[in-house]
Every structure is written in C-alpha cells, then in structure tokens.
C-alpha cells in the first residue's frame, strides 16, 4: 500500500530525512516510531502530498506522490500533528467541509457525518462550535476528518498526543477497530503506544530508519536473556535475619539455567523491608522458561511467593540502545551502518 | 465547481458568524449614510439659496454632479478603508490554524480555494452595496437622477472593490500575521490609488503609463456614467493577475 524508496527531503541544505525506505502493506497498522524532531513528520507529509520529496519516490495506494499527487489525496487521511480546524465552525459544518472537498458524493455526506461521528464517539457535541470542545474531542473531529472520506489509507501523525489516559485508550481502541479496512500508519514518540497498537514498527532517528521489525521480535531480538521478576516474602517475621533472604537466593542461584539473581537495592535489608517482601530480578542464560523451577524453589522453602511476572526489555530501553548505538555507528561510519541496517531486517 | 461552493459556503459562514461581516457592514452604512446626508444637505442648501438670490446658480445645479458623483467617490474611499478587514484573515488565518494542512493533502486546486474565498469576500462586499440601495430609491423618488449613472456607478464600485479584494487576497497569502496582510493591503492599494497623482503631474508617456496603472483613474468614468471597455479589462486584469499571482504563492508553499 506505501513504498518508501530512498526518500530524502531537505529544508534548505539541511536534510530532514535522508535515504528512508519501507514498505507498508495492506491491512497493516505501522508505528512509526522516534524521538522529537526525527523526521517522522517530514515523512509523513510527503507521502500525504503536503509538500513533494526532494529526492527518492513514495507510492502511496498504487500512485506517486509527485506524479498523481491528486489520486494520491483521493485515496489518503492525513491527520497532522495539530488537528486542522477552524474554532470558529461547528463539528458538523466543519466535517461537511471537509467531506466537500475530499470528493465525498453529495448524497453520501450526512449518512457518512453520521457514521463518523459514532465512530469516533463525538455525537453529543455535533452541533458545538470547534472552539468550545475539549483537547480529547478535538483530537477526535482531527481523527474523524481523516475518515470522512473511507480512505484506503490512514496517516496519524501523534494521535494521542495531549490526551487524558481514558482517552488515549478509547483513541488506540479505535485505531485498532480501523485496521484491516484501512492500512494505518502513525507516528509517535510514545513507546508503549506502538506495543499496544501497531503490528510493526520502524524506528527512525536523525532521519534515517535505524530498525524496522515486528513488535515482538524487535524485542526478542535485542533481548540476549530471558528475565523475570518474583516477589516473595518469608513465612515467619519473628526472628529476623538477613541470612533468610541470602539463604533462598543462594538456593535459587543453584538453579542451573539461572544466571544471576538480584535482590531489589532500594531499600535496606532489615525488619521493615521484611514485612513488604523482597523483589528479586531473575535473569537465565537461555531463552528457556525457568519460572517454575524458581517457583518450586521458593515454596518448597517455605516462603510465599505472591508475584511472579516476565519482565521483557521494555521498547523503551530496545529503542534506547538502538538509537545510542546509532549514534556511535554514525559518527564511524556513516553510510555503511546505515544500509547495513536496513539490510539486516 | 463543487469545492469551490464548499470554500464560498464555509467563508460566508465564517464571515456571519464572527462579528467581522456585522461590524464591517455597519461602519460601512453609517460612513455611507453619513456622506449621503451631508452632500443631500448641501445640495438642498444650494438650492434654496438659487431660488431666493440667484437664477444663474439654478441653472447650474445637478443632483448627478452635486450628489451621486461625490457619494461614490467617498464609497470608493470607504472601499480603501475596509478592504484589509474582509480580507487580512483569509489566508493568514488558515496558515496559523494549520488548515494549510488540511487543503493540501485533500483533492482540493489551489485555484479552486482562492476563487472560493474570493467569491466570499465578493459576496460580503455585495451585501455592502445592497444595503445602500436605499440612496437611489430615495434620489429617485424625490428628484431626477440620472438611472443609468447610478447604475455604472454601482458598477464601477462593485469593480474597484473586486480589485481590492483580489489585492488584499494576495496579501494575505504571503503570511500568517493578519496585521502585516492587513498594512500590506492598505498600504499598496493606497499607493496604487495615489499613482493617479504622481500620473498627472509627470509628462508625457510615463505619466500616460503611471495614470493608467492607478485604480482609481479607472473608476472615474464609470462615476460619470461611462462603461469603457478599457476600464472593464483594466479591472479584469487586475483581478486575474493577483489571484494567479495568489495561486502560485500558495503552491510555492510546497517547496520550501
């Protein structure tokens, strides 16, 4: 539905994107992921025809920006980072403008306002100037001005951005329910937004793409060692001493597939900390799950295990370590890190 | 065609929704009113004393001359004036909103969105006129005009003021600061008004050149009850110069 081919857009001779290529299949919901000021904006305008490419080509639903620039906005929403409205119009004239000039038949205008605005959950406020609404709704008219118009193509630049919690799962619920109609890609510097929403992810920093993968399998493969987390307390505070703890954790290390055991440092070991219970950080050598060998453990030794949970390297820290290692590679090597990169996928 | 509906509806809207077209309308009417009365008064004046003292005088008054020509002229005027209101905000305005954002990544011509707000603020300038027509109605139901002068007067101005507006379109299309859009569009349309100065005191062909390019040169005839098709094509020209000139202003946009 989109390829990406070597695009490069400049501002003046500064580049903003440099040599970006990927492609997005059909049904697809893509995260498109980095930092402030990465270059995921300046992507998305130029496949969404804002302003043309200064090098490379982008094929959006079959039609290249720059030659059938129009098609390509017949069949695109593109929902910018500030929703476009005007203050001054109420939901339903503005989404009337806009189903106007977005080609939407004439007949087919109030049914699809209808629709959208169910979708989009903005139904009570209809008739309230834009003004009047609230961050969360106007985010939502935003969101119901890109679909007005049933693209096969959905581009959301940041569109959770300013929105309370509540809302930002009613958003991410609703882009969810939009995938397999609409092909979705969206952008944003918020990680555990991609995890929850997007099927894939492509990373972009400095205006290059530094990962492209599957949710999963970027953590995976970024992830040496399985690592989980037990929260356990000792059966009895009578007699309190620190050998207990050091005690089962010495038991634990004897696990064999167990590589090393934390004990959470944060705070000190005596009888307070005692009566909380104690988390330990559980890394083993190999991918294998070794939770119930732990679990045995701690039960058989007469403690009470309350917690025991997978503790994954969050996109957080894999988008960290991609992006500082970037760093490093860039200032080496510049070029060839970066076609290394995006070969390695 | 369709799109272009969609922008006319969505400014008129905008207009008569915010207090620019009410407030705009009214000082329009009182400075219009204001000139009627005074130049009614004065011609009344006039007459009363040619009648008592001089039968000479009588002769030589002319509600045309005396009354129509001088309230179009301060119409002209007030045209100027208001101009930079109707207009300042079309373009600044939706570059600040980010609306920019919007109209170019839809199937929308830039050419169809500048007719769109022009034939807006057209429209807004029309109902300027409309409510005027109470000046003739009363002229002609207690004196003798004549019509057709009142007619291409009404034309001439409806002319002058497409002119401004496609001006001040073009002004406004250069930057998001509605303040600058607005001096810009006072400011060259009063040097373009002015040129008609500088045109009759310099000699010769430059002089010829510098009348021709003046607005308000154009307009005079139309005053005096004249349609030339040179005026008609002056105005035409103006017109279509700065809504291309604002239709590549807004595509250069895209590549900078």
């Known amino acids: ?345 | 065609m369709k799109k272009i509906y969609a922008v006319w509806e969505r400014e008129v809207n905008s207009y008569f929704t915010s207090p620019i077209a009410y407030v705009s309308i009214s000082v329009f009417l009182i400075l219009f009113g204001w000139f009627f009365y005074n130049s009614v008064i004065w011609y009344t004046q006039m007459s009363m004393q040619a009648m008592t003292s001089s039968p000479f005088l009588q002769g030589q008054l002319n509600i045309d001359r005396m009354v129509v020509r001088p309230i179009f002229s301060a119409t002209s005027i007030i045209v100027l004036i208001l101009t930079p209101a109707m207009t300042m905000r079309l373009f600044a305005e939706e570059r600040r909103l980010g609306a920019f954002e919007l109209i170019y990544t839809s199937p929308i011509d830039k050419l169809e969105w500048v007719l769109g707000k022009f034939a807006a603020a057209a429209t807004l300038f029309f109902a300027f006129l409309a409510l005027t027509v109470y000046v003739p109605f009363i002229l002609l139901t207690y004196g003798e005009p004549d019509l057709w002068a009142l007619l291409s007067s009404y034309l001439g101005v409806f002319l002058m003021g497409l002119a401004f507006i496609s001006f001040g379109l073009f002004a406004s299309s250069l930057t998001e600061n509605q303040i600058i859009a607005a001096v810009i569009t006072g400011g060259g349309l009063l040097f373009l008004w002015l040129l008609v100065l500088a045109g009759s005191v310099i000699e010769g062909a430059w002089g010829e050149v510098l009348l021709y390019i003046s607005v308000i040169e154009h307009f005079n005839d139309f005053n005096n009850g004249i349609i030339d098709s040179r005026h008609l094509i002056y105005y035409a020209t103006f017109i279509i110069f700065f809504l291309t000139a604002t239709v590549k202003v807004l595509d250069s946009q895209s590549w900078r």
């Open chain 1, 1 to 345: 539905m989109i390829q990406v081919e070597n695009l490069t857009k400049n501002y003046g001779a500064k580049p903003a994107i440099q040599d970006v290529s990927f492609q997005v299949e059909k049904g697809e919901i893509v995260g498109f992921l980095g930092p402030n000021a990465a270059g995921k904006t300046t992507t998305m305008r130029v496949l969404s025809c804002f302003f043309p490419p200064s090098s490379g080509s982008a094929k959006v639903a079959g039609f290249d920006v720059f030659d059938d620039s129009k098609e390509v906005r017949r069949h695109v929403g593109y929902m910018p980072e500030n929703p476009p409205l005007y203050p001054d119009m109420t939901v339903d004239a503005y989404l009337r403008f806009v189903a106007q000039i977005r080609e939407v038949p004439f007949r087919q205008i109030s049914k699809r306002i209808r629709d959208i605005v169910e979708r989009v959950h903005i139904g009570e406020n209809r008739r309230l100037r834009i003004s009047k609404l609230s961050k969360g709704y106007k985010q939502r008219v935003g969101l119901a001005q890109a679909l007005i118009h049933n693209p096969q193509i959905l581009i959301l630049d940041e569109p959770t951005v300013g929105l309370d919690p509540k809302q930002i799962i009613e958003v991410r619920h609703l882009i969810k329910s939009l995938a397999g109609d609409h092909t979705i890609l969206l952008s944003t510097h918020i990680l555990p937004e991609v995890s929850m929403t997007c099927g894939r992810v492509i990373i972009i920093h400095n205006g290059h793409i530094v990962a492209k993968d599957s949710t999963e399998a970027l953590t995976v493969r970024l992830q040496g060692s399985e690592r989980f987390m037990m929260h356990i307390e000792e059966p009895s505070l009578g007699e309190y001493s620190v050998k207990n703890i050091e005690k089962i954790v010495g038991k634990l290390r004897k696990i064999p597939e167990i590589e090393s055991v934390e004990l959470d440092s944060s705070m000190p070991l005596d009888q307070e900390r005692a009566s909380v219970g104690h988390y330990l950080t559980i890394r083993s050598a190999e991918r294998e799950n070794i939770r119930h060998h732990a679990a045995k453990v701690v039960i058989e030794n007469g403690w009470r295990l309350y917690e025991i949970r997978p503790d994954r390297m969050s996109l957080e820290e894999v988008f960290l370590q991609l992006t500082t290692e970037e760093d490093i590679e860039t200032s080496e090597n510049f070029e060839g890190s970066e076609s290394e990169k995006e070969t390695s996928e």
